[in-house]
């Protein structure tokens, strides 16, 4: 452990690169650009936005036929290729983000959320944080580097997916295809923290995350005429076991990657939170501690296996019993914990009268390994940014990202956003999307320090 804090502490001092105000311009020219296509799921917009994005990196001075869009069941996925200059023996780096977005509907927002829209100091619009704020960056510095002549050392490849939010189908399309790159730079993970006073409290680079799993349960019985009610009412029977699925708490579980973060950010918290994530990184048995995480929203995710209720159906008719009524748990299941001994929990709570099933598997999260050359070129690219004190802390991500598939094909995969709010500041999913808009420059100084220190 000694000599992985010593690695996270990593504080290395770099001038800092303060982005043009023209690659500033152009970043945010870019993101509204983005916000506009509504890349939500059956609306078919992501081919047209990748092709967009495609223009933008032909103009900067990519060849057409490195930058490839291939059609995906409605959605499209993008790889542009920038070739190293020079032989060499190091391996491909892989810029990913994901071009789709969650559902917005205009009746719920204060806003067009597929505008873009600044007020009191913020950028609205769906999907901004998550994350076409991070692809708007990587390509801004992509095209910067292109034309000012950067001669990279080993292939840069960014590689952008369709359907990350759903069925993340491309990304599992993508992944083999890159099994020689050396590590995948995930721009939907990750990233800086600011204090209530909008100082920078720490910077997390994602490590690993959670496994992602659907569970559907299931009651039939004959049904009936509502006139005659039965004992075994279906409906009721699965609240009951809706009931208790919610009201069970999985065994708090750590590894390296949790330990670390919460030591870590313990001393940047404070009071009782604070003394909680001390505790725990001490002693992960610690149940108090743990139930103290698990009340927080910002780390409620970091300490256990959650499930949660997330869609409910049943019954045919009005004035008929229920023949079948089902529901979908969600779970985000911590490192190292098999999907079916999660199944099979949530069967001995259901009871003998549901069904418990896993209709569709993801793959099981994997932890990659820190990497001092990593390590260094984050601290490089936060002291770029103005941020050389603020200290990296590897994370655990409780959503899904591409990440898991890159994982599963054994490449290192790290989420490395350029992008530094406040956590309460976070609204990815759901209403009024924001981010900061002074954080568009030093994200780009971020990403061009970070891209031209891992691919000399």
Known sequence: MKSLTAGMLAMIAAPALAAPAADIAYARELLGRS?????????????????????????????????????????????????????????????????????????????DPFTLVEDAGYLF????????????????????????????????????????????KTTAAIAPQLRAADMVLNGDGGGGALGPDGRPRYYSLQTTEKTYADYQLEVTNPGGHSSAPRADNAIAELAAAISRIAGYRFPAMSNETTRAFF???????????????????????????????????????KVRTTCVPTMLSGGHAPNALPQRATANINCRIFPGTPAEDVRRQLQALAGDKVSVTLPEIYPESRVSPLRRDLLAALAKANAAAGRKAVEIIPSMSAGTTDSVFFRREGIASYGVSGLYMKPEDSFAHGLDERVPADAIGPALDHYRTLITELAR
């Open 35 to 111: 916000v506009a296509f509504a890349t939500v799921e059956g609306r078919g917009q992501v081919p047209a936005y990748a092709a967009y994005l495609k223009g933008e990196l032909v103009k900067a001075g990519f060849a057409g036929e490195d930058v490839v869009i291939t059609p995906f069941a409605g959605t499209a996925t993008l790889v542009a290729t920038w070739r190293r200059s020079h032989p060499g023996k190091a391996k491909p780096i892989v810029l990913n983000a994901h071009m789709d977005v969650v559902e917005a509907k205009r009746e719920d927002w204060q806003r």
């Open 125 to 168: 619009g769906r999907g901004i944080e998550d994350n076409k704020f991070d692809i708007a960056a990587m390509v801004t510095v992509l095209a910067r580097l292109k034309r000012e002549g950067f001669r990279p050392g080993r292939d840069i490849v960014l590689a952008l997916t369709g359907d990350e939010e759903t069925a993340q």
């Open 263 to 301: 030591a870590a950010t313990a001393k940047r918290v404070g009071g009782d939170l604070g003394a909680a994530m001390a505790a725990f990184a001490t002693d992960p048995a610690d149940g108090v501690a743990a139930d103290t995480l698990s009340a927080d929203p910002e780390h409620v995710g």
